[in-house]
């Protein structure tokens, strides 16, 4: 028979099954599509250093889960604010000079005690004078102004070089609290000064923002080492909200206080804190700065100032305009406070062009400012349409877009809609008991919202959604628990071409082109350049300085990567830096596939025949390197497909036809790339066939 052109639609279909999906791509990976064709994504090229690599460590300690970015007039240097579970961090990147990163995590409060320790042991006692502020499990601080025990034990050192404890347990009766102090790598106890003798001295505790937390354990210590998907009921965790108002800097600390950082008229500002926002309430579940108008407001917020007990997860309260420290209303300014009243939580809100889309577990609402003396209208424009996270939302190519707690995607262009989605049953599909044991089409658990992050890639008309797959556990008595922190999936909608598609690239956080001329992301890694392997375990702590690494005896943290998109063809992982600070990558393969749904011969019914493949001709508008090609071919559609006897077939630019023996009722195509400095666009795919019999 004469050549035969596949003719494929754009975007994925994972609805039905493959072979339902003729003339569809029906999975892949690395991929986007332009103009209705598949391409391998670009690569990426990592900015912050790994620890270790010499000169100052450039480690973004936990999981970055929100991340924004400003510039200051005149020097046009440039700042990356990036919030994690244990702290929060600014890259600093000056028009002359080298980058740096620094700490700016702030400091709640400060108690002073005094501590104990027993030589062999990691365990110290702190024994505190209650007050407005107590400490709580799971805190995290740093440790000041200690006075040492004298003799003993040399290796108890207690230094503000921003190393953090976290508390492990605490005793409001006897008004003690414990930590785990780590050993340095490579030792296996604290022996110094005899085994069992006990050490005294003093200090003072500073508590940063709580960290995240684990629920329905009995701590920290409870967490096994040897796994990282182990959920001990549900896993809250630490989020951020950050915004950025004339070079102020304002984060809010999920339930917790709003803190501020401003921007200094010249250098870095390294080594100056965020500080506690004068005035503000104390307990919010998220912020937003309204450009347009210099109001602060605040969601899920106190309805009496200063008194935590009072927070309302649906009321809101905003600032006077352009005076982040005055939040009680009066006759001359523009502050006030209202409530909404559908749904049981404020989950996000977005700021679009004139407006700002206010998102609860169940609608949607819309907030404008109308000027005094109301200052601002609250209307209900959606039921039904609750949002799966706080920053499972965006505003995009004049709309916003979020994942809804519902199993659906959503739209609000005037008007809130449902988005057709093709891939939704991936996505949202998840049952605990049928898919225990982590099966590879776990969809993503809705306690794990709270780690969905949405972003916009203008460049390319993508809107994506970074999350976790879900994770399934069985715990004592036989109690099945869902959800992971650590995400390891995208879903992508181009809304230029009205497709979606999938993937596996874990981004925990993503800023669009704008300030920086490519797209940025963070991307939370669970293992260590120094720690050779050995597995960290999400939501507890590790520590990092220039000459030692400290793990704690239970449990350790990751840390963070930050990355720009659309860098080459290839990961660029930084790996050293020479003695004038420049420095070195190597390239690491960026794996690409798609893969279509099955087609077949209809000359004498649908599939009737068996397919004979005798060649085919590849025509790929970019190639780069190699592609591989194979032929996936099956007789039914409960069997598993198996590759042709002579593929994959390696195609370069030169590659003009490749000849194959094929055989079978049901035959799909997967194009791939597997090695560094590979990539393609494809273009068409013909295909010699003929039926072959029917059996």
Same mark, same amino acid.
Request: glycine share 10%; aromatic share 12%; charged share 20%.
């Given at each position: 028979?004469?050549?035969?052109?596949?003719?494929?639609?754009?975007?994925?279909?994972?609805?039905?099954?493959?072979?339902?999906?003729?003339?569809?791509?029906?999975?892949?990976?690395?991929?986007?599509?332009?103009?209705?064709?598949?391409?391998?994504?670009?690569?990426?090229?990592?900015?912050?250093?790994?620890?270790?690599?010499?000169?100052?460590?450039?480690?973004?300690?936990?999981?970055?889960?929100?991340?924004?970015?400003?510039?200051?007039?005149?020097?046009?240097?440039?700042?990356?604010?990036?919030?994690?579970?244990?702290?929060?961090?600014?890259?600093?990147?000056?028009t002359q000079g080298s980058n740096t990163l620094f700490d700016i995590t702030p400091i709640k409060?400060?108690?002073?005690?005094?501590?104990?320790?027993?030589?062999?042991?990691?365990?110290?006692?702190?024994?505190?004078?209650?007050?407005?502020?107590?400490?709580?499990?799971?805190?995290?601080?740093?440790?000041?102004?200690?006075?040492?025990?004298?003799?003993?034990?040399?290796?108890?050192?207690?230094?503000?070089?921003?190393?953090?404890?976290?508390?492990?347990?605490?005793?409001?009766? $006897?008004?003690?609290?414990?930590?785990?102090?780590?050993?340095?790598?490579?030792?296996?106890?604290?022996?110094?000064?005899?085994?069992?003798?006990?050490?005294?001295?003093? $200090?003072?505790?500073?508590?940063?923002?709580?960290?995240?937390?684990?629920?329905?354990?009995?701590?920290?210590?409870?967490?096994?080492?040897?796994?990282?998907?182990?959920?001990?009921?549900?896993?809250?965790?630490?989020?951020?909200?950050?915004?950025?108002?004339?070079?102020?800097?304002?984060?809010?600390?999920?339930?917790?206080?709003?803190?501020?950082?401003?921007?200094?008229?010249?250098?870095?500002?390294?080594?100056?804190?965020?500080?506690?926002?004068?005035?503000?309430?104390?307990?919010?579940?998220?912020?937003?700065?309204?450009?347009?108008?210099?109001?602060?407001?605040?969601?899920?917020?106190?309805?009496?100032?200063?008194?935590?007990?009072?927070?309302?997860?649906?009321?809101?309260?905003?600032?006077?305009?352009?005076?982040?420290?005055?939040?009680?209303?009066?006759?001359?300014?523009?502050?006030?406070?209202?409530?909404?009243?559908?749904?049981?939580?404020?989950?996000?809100?977005?700021?679009?062009?004139?407006?700002?889309?206010?998102?609860?577990?169940?609608?949607?609402?819309?907030?404008?400012?109308?000027?005094?003396?109301?200052?601002?209208?609250?209307?209900?424009v959606g039921t039904d349409c609750g949002c799966m996270g706080q920053h499972a939302a965006i505003?995009?190519?004049?709309?916003?877009?979020?994942?809804?707690?519902?199993?659906?995607?959503?739209?609000?262009?005037?008007?809130?809609?449902?988005?057709?989605?093709?891939?939704?049953?991936?996505?949202?599909?998840?049952?605990?008991?049928?898919?225990?044991?982590?099966?590879?089409?776990?969809?993503?658990?809705?306690?794990?919202?709270?780690?969905?992050?949405?972003?916009?890639?203008?460049?390319?008309?993508?809107?994506?959604?970074?999350?976790?797959?879900?994770?399934?556990?069985?715990?004592?008595?036989?109690?099945?628990?869902?959800?992971?922190?650590?995400?390891?999936?995208?879903?992508?909608?181009?809304?230029?071409?009205?497709?979606?598609?999938?993937?596996?690239?874990?981004?925990?956080?993503?800023?669009?082109?704008?300030?920086?001329?490519?797209?940025?992301?963070?991307?939370?890694?669970?293992?260590?350049?120094?720690?050779?392997?050995?597995?960290?375990?999400?939501?507890?702590?590790?520590?990092?300085?220039?000459?030692?690494?400290?793990?704690?005896?239970?449990?350790?943290?990751?840390?963070?990567?930050?990355?720009?998109?659309?860098?080459?063809?290839?990961?660029?992982?930084?790996?050293?830096?020479?003695?004038?600070?420049?420095?070195?990558?190597?390239?690491?393969?960026?794996?690409?596939?798609?893969?279509?749904?099955?087609?077949?011969?209809?000359?004498?019914?649908?599939?009737?025949?068996?397919?004979?493949?005798?060649?085919?001709?590849?025509?790929?508008?970019?190639?780069?390197?190699?592609?591989?090609?194979?032929?996936?071919?099956?007789?039914?559609?409960?069997?598993?497909?198996?590759?042709?006897?002579?593929?994959?077939?390696?195609?370069?630019?030169?590659?003009?036809?490749?000849?194959?023996?094929?055989?079978?009722?049901?035959?799909?195509?997967?194009?791939?790339?597997?090695?560094?400095?590979?990539?393609?666009?494809?273009?068409?795919?013909?295909?010699?066939?003929?039926?072959?019999?029917?059996?």
């Amino acid at each position: 028979m004469a050549l035969k052109m596949i003719k494929m639609r754009p975007g994925f279909n994972k609805q039905e099954t493959p072979s339902g999906t003729e003339g569809q791509w029906i999975d892949g990976d690395n991929v986007r599509f332009r103009y209705g064709q598949p391409e391998k994504i670009g690569g990426w090229l990592q900015l912050t250093r790994s620890a270790g690599l010499g000169g100052l460590p450039q480690q973004i300690l936990g999981q970055v889960l929100e991340m924004t970015q400003w510039i200051r007039p005149i020097s046009n240097d440039k700042f990356t604010a990036l919030a994690t579970d244990s702290g929060l961090y600014i890259f600093y990147e000056p028009t002359q000079g080298s980058n740096t990163l620094f700490d700016i995590t702030p400091i709640k409060f400060t108690l002073s005690g005094d501590f104990t320790s027993t030589t062999g042991s990691s365990e110290v006692t702190i024994t505190y004078t209650p007050g407005s502020f107590d400490p709580k499990n799971f805190d995290y601080i740093l440790i000041k102004n200690a006075s040492l025990p004298t003799g003993g034990e040399t290796d108890l050192t207690f230094t503000d070089d921003g190393r953090r404890y976290r508390i492990t347990s605490v005793n409001t009766t $006897a008004n003690t609290f414990k930590i785990e102090l780590g050993y340095p790598k490579g030792t296996s106890a604290q022996t110094e000064g005899g085994t069992g003798m006990t050490n005294q001295g003093s $200090a003072d505790f500073a508590f940063l923002p709580t960290g995240a937390v684990v629920t329905g354990s009995a701590g920290p210590a409870a967490l096994p080492s040897s796994s990282i998907n182990y959920t001990a009921g549900v896993t809250q965790n630490t989020q951020w909200s950050l915004d950025v108002y004339q070079g102020k800097l304002i984060a809010t600390n999920k339930d917790d206080y709003t803190y501020e950082w401003d921007t200094p008229a010249s250098g870095s500002g390294a080594g100056t804190r965020a500080t506690i926002l004068a005035n503000a309430p104390t307990a919010s579940r998220l912020s937003l700065v309204s450009d347009r108008d210099g109001h602060l407001i605040l969601f899920g917020t106190e309805q009496t100032i200063g008194t935590p007990s009072s927070q309302d997860n649906m009321f809101i309260r905003f600032s006077d305009q352009e005076n982040f420290n005055d939040y009680q209303p009066t006759q001359i300014n523009t502050a006030g406070s209202f409530r909404i009243d559908s749904g049981s939580t404020i989950v996000a809100a977005v700021q679009a062009k004139d407006y700002i889309l206010v998102l609860t577990d169940s609608a949607a609402y819309i907030m404008q400012f109308i000027g005094p003396p109301y200052t601002f209208s609250i209307k209900q424009v959606g039921t039904d349409c609750g949002c799966m996270g706080q920053h499972a939302a965006i505003y995009a190519n004049g709309a916003v877009y979020w994942m809804g707690s519902d199993k659906s995607f959503y739209v609000f262009d005037g008007t809130v809609k449902k988005v057709l989605c093709l891939v939704e049953d991936f996505v949202f599909n998840f049952d605990a008991l049928a898919f225990y044991g982590n099966g590879p089409n776990l969809g993503i658990s809705k306690v794990s919202g709270d780690f969905v992050y949405a972003g916009h890639n203008s460049g390319f008309s993508e809107i994506s959604w970074f999350y976790p797959k879900a994770s399934v556990s069985i715990l004592k008595g036989g109690t099945v628990s869902e959800g992971t922190n650590i995400v390891d999936r995208i879903v992508t909608y181009n809304y230029l071409e009205n497709i979606w598609y999938t993937g596996t690239l874990a981004r925990t956080s993503w800023t669009d082109q704008g300030i920086f001329d490519k797209p940025r992301a963070t991307e939370y890694i669970n293992t260590d350049d120094l720690l050779s392997g050995v597995i960290l375990v999400p939501n507890v702590i590790y520590f990092n300085d220039p000459t030692n690494v400290f793990i704690t005896t239970a449990v350790m943290y990751g840390s963070t990567k930050l990355w720009q998109h659309e860098e080459g063809i290839d990961e660029r992982y930084l790996y050293s830096y020479g003695p004038t600070d420049i420095p070195s990558y190597t390239n690491i393969v960026v794996s690409a596939y798609i893969q279509s749904g099955d087609f077949s011969l209809h000359d004498a019914g649908d599939a009737e025949n068996f397919i004979k493949v005798r060649r085919f001709i590849p025509d790929f508008e970019t190639l780069a390197g190699n592609a591989k090609i194979t032929l996936n071919l099956r007789d039914y559609p409960s069997q598993t497909e198996a590759s042709s006897s002579l593929g994959p077939f390696t195609i370069n630019d030169t590659t003009t036809k490749i000849d194959t023996r094929a055989r079978a009722r049901l035959l799909n195509i997967k194009i791939e790339n597997d090695a560094i400095n590979e990539t393609w666009k494809y273009g068409t795919f013909r295909i010699d066939i003929q039926p072959d019999g029917k059996r």
